[in-house]
């Protein structure tokens, strides 16, 4: 069975810092491209950022040079470190793969930017 279970998610004031953790079960985890997600309030949810099986890492507009996506296979886990962050970085983060002809996602947690 496949899960994926997100950490790290918290209220942070403008400028602040998180990351993120991902934890991936059931899955062959270092053959797969391990995406972020995100779904701001009343809005659709979007790409963040991905890392592919090699490392080779792709960023969403406003998230490249303040977000870091990375990955250690050794222990099945995904990470995101978010710097900087502002308002509109407020959404509930999701961990992804497509694997075995499906997107699997974990339950997602919540970042908040607040003053």
């Known amino acids: 069975q496949v899960r994926l279970v997100e950490s790290g998610g918290g209220s942070v004031q403008p400028g602040g810092s998180l990351r993120l953790s991902c934890a991936a079960v059931?899955?062959?985890?270092?053959?797969?491209?391990m995406n972020w997600y995100r779904q701001p309030p009343g809005k659709q949810r979007e790409l963040v950022a991905n890392?592919?099986?090699?490392?080779?890492?792709n960023y969403a507009d406003g998230a490249a040079g303040r977000f870091t996506i990375s990955r250690d296979n050794g222990r099945r886990r995904l990470y995101l470190q978010l710097n900087n962050l502002n308002s509109e970085d407020t959404a509930v983060y999701y961990c992804?793969?497509?694997?075995?002809?499906?997107?699997?996602w974990g339950q997602g947690t919540q970042v908040t930017v607040s003053s």
């Open positions: 059931g899955i062959n985890f270092s053959i797969y491209t």
């Open positions: 992804n793969v497509n694997a075995r002809g499906r997107a699997f």
């Open positions: 890392i592919t099986s090699a490392g080779n890492t």
